[in-house]
């Protein structure tokens, strides 16, 4: 198989436009990026037939992998190619935009692999409508917000505070209403105020060592990790020390994957805490103005992008959140503007990040009961190699040569694997959907390997698959394709994990205890857990 690169330099995209008409997307419903990419507008969800039973949404998801990756979006678009070449479904893959500090780094892009790629490739995994930029922009905007609001409360008086916040010949404006009345104070204007209702409002009275709001790069720098700020000498000694996060670990990209409209954005970024007070008052983006700000960075990075896979079926890549830090999961919007457009008897497929036991209960726990949408089953995708490594195996180092146990037949090392595989079909079960585990074959599998994982899947009462996209594409996919088609033929019991209605530290006990199988949380006596026991 030649390298990702030539494959996909090697197969010219259809036009976005012949892309869109093909699952009917009007064409002034595209932002368009050029050729090969554009915009789809939020319009397309209040278009249309209403009160169309929705399609077959399935979670392509996977067990926790080695420092390589398995190959859950090389999985997820070889499952829509056969889908939709193959067995003629109509269907559409929802995946994450990736990070440029990964695809700079050893892991690489995100765009599959292999003849399971989104296409252009180079596209996908630099810049591509410029989303991350946006969500870069707006973050850094509060930060700057932050750091500028204790300079100027540091070094001014009270009046002249708040004649800089509140011109005496400007009306107040919304946001600055919206403080007046969390505050308790019914004034509309200024000269309704008393001095200390215009000194409670003027002050937030940040504690500097509460900042909770890093700033942002998108590329991996080393040296960003720990940084001190303000030794400029027009910032007149006020330095602190800080550390630069990358992009996609914005608190904002979190919230544009589970927003359902700008409006929904905007007041979802308004109630984002920063800091806290020195008497530990929360300060929100709303407190510090530039909520409507932040929300114009990134009215546009709400639309999806539509793309295509190597064999021209429909991609939908929206929101790059982390799972470890955040949900892990691509967005609403996406998932639901696809729902919509591929009918009820259409198929979605969506990918959740990480090992299933974070991103798929994350899927389930946060995202589906944000969007209200149903899933009606879950792709579990294996490798023989992690399976292994699960068993006992040796390091799996990125950049290194891999380990003859990896390299050879092991039946031993990986029969001792499979409980992982077990436990993370049993944490899929738990939220009541059908599953189907796609065993990604690698070159290096032999087929007593490859049956000996498929065997025990079947003995899990799961529906099993071998899939060979990254060698075949989408032909390589019919098996795994097949399957999901009878998956969602079963009835979904889809459920929560917990209730939100629940204690915080009811609702961690129970993740732990089911999702980890551990014995519970352990709260420390102070700090965290005591903050923890009082919600």
Not at 51 to 80: A, D, F, H, M, R
Not at 228 to 241: A, D, L
Request: with cysteine; charged share 25%.
């Amino acid at each position: 198989v030649p390298s990702d690169s030539a494959i996909a330099l090697g197969q010219p995209p259809k036009n976005i436009r012949d892309l869109a008409k093909e699952i009917g997307i009007a064409e002034k419903d595209l932002e368009l990026h050029g050729d090969y990419k554009a915009k789809i507008k939020l319009s397309v969800l209040t278009g249309g037939e209403k009160g169309t039973k929705q399609g077959n949404y399935v979670l392509v998801c996977g067990i926790t992998p080695t420092p390589l990756g398995e190959g859950k979006s090389t999985t997820t678009i070889g499952l829509c190619q056969a889908l939709s070449a193959h067995l003629g479904k109509r269907n559409i893959a929802c995946i994450r935009q990736p990070s440029m500090g990964p695809t700079f780094g050893i892991k690489g892009g995100a765009a599959g692999g292999g003849y399971s790629q989104v296409i252009p490739m180079e596209d996908f995994n630099m810049h591509l409508t410029g989303d991350i930029h946006a969500i870069a922009s707006a973050h850094n905007l509060v930060a700057a917000a932050i750091d500028t609001r204790v300079f100027h409360e540091a070094t001014q008086s009270d009046e002249a505070l708040f004649n800089r916040l509140c011109p005496p010949s400007k009306p107040l404006p919304a946001i600055m209403i919206r403080r007046l009345r969390r505050l308790g104070i019914s004034a509309n204007e200024p000269k309704e105020m008393t001095d200390e209702e215009k000194r409670r409002f003027a002050r937030l009275d940040i504690d500097p060592a509460t900042i909770s709001w890093n700033r942002v790069i998108d590329m991996n720098d080393r040296f960003l990790r720990k940084a001190t700020i303000g030794q400029s000498p027009t910032e007149k000694g006020m330095t602190r020390e800080t550390k630069w996060d990358i992009s996609v670990a914005s608190e904002l990209m979190a919230i544009l994957a589970l927003a359902t409209s700008l409006a929904d954005l905007k007041e979802r970024i308004g109630k984002v805490v920063v800091a806290l007070s020195k008497e530990s008052v929360p300060v929100t983006i709303d407190d510090l103005g530039v909520t409507g700000a932040c929300t114009a960075l990134m009215k546009d990075s709400i639309k999806p992008t539509m793309m295509q896979t190597l064999e021209g079926s429909p991609v939908l890549v929206h929101a790059g959140p982390f799972a470890n830090i955040a949900h892990g999961n691509s967005s609403i919007l996406a998932d639901k503007i696809a729902l919509k457009v591929v009918g009820s008897d259409g198929y979605v497929c969506t990918e959740a990040g990480f090992g299933s036991d974070i991103g798929a209960e994350k899927f389930f726990d946060i995202k589906c009961r944000y969007s209200g949408l149903i899933p009606n089953c879950a792709v579990l995708v294996c490798t023989v190699r992690a399976l292994k490594m699960h068993g006992g195996g040796p390091p799996v180092t990125p950049g290194g040569q891999l380990a003859a146990e990896y390299r050879e037949e092991n039946l031993d090392l990986l029969e001792k694997g499979l409980c992982h595989l077990g436990k993370q079909m049993d944490n899929l079960r738990q939220f009541g959907v059908p599953v189907v585990v796609c065993i990604n074959r690698f070159h290096t599998d032999t087929e007593k390997e490859l049956e000996m994982v498929r065997e025990y899947a079947l003995g899990q009462k799961g529906l099993a698959a071998v899939g060979d996209h990254w060698a075949k594409g989408g032909e390589g996919a019919v098996e795994l394709a097949n399957a999901v088609v009878e998956a969602c033929k079963q009835e979904s019991k889809f459920k929560f994990l917990y209730e939100l209605e629940r204690p915080l530290v009811d609702k961690m006990n129970e993740i732990v205890r089911r999702i980890y199988g551990g014995d519970g949380v352990e709260l420390s006596e102070d700090g965290d857990g005591e903050e923890i026991r009082r919600e």
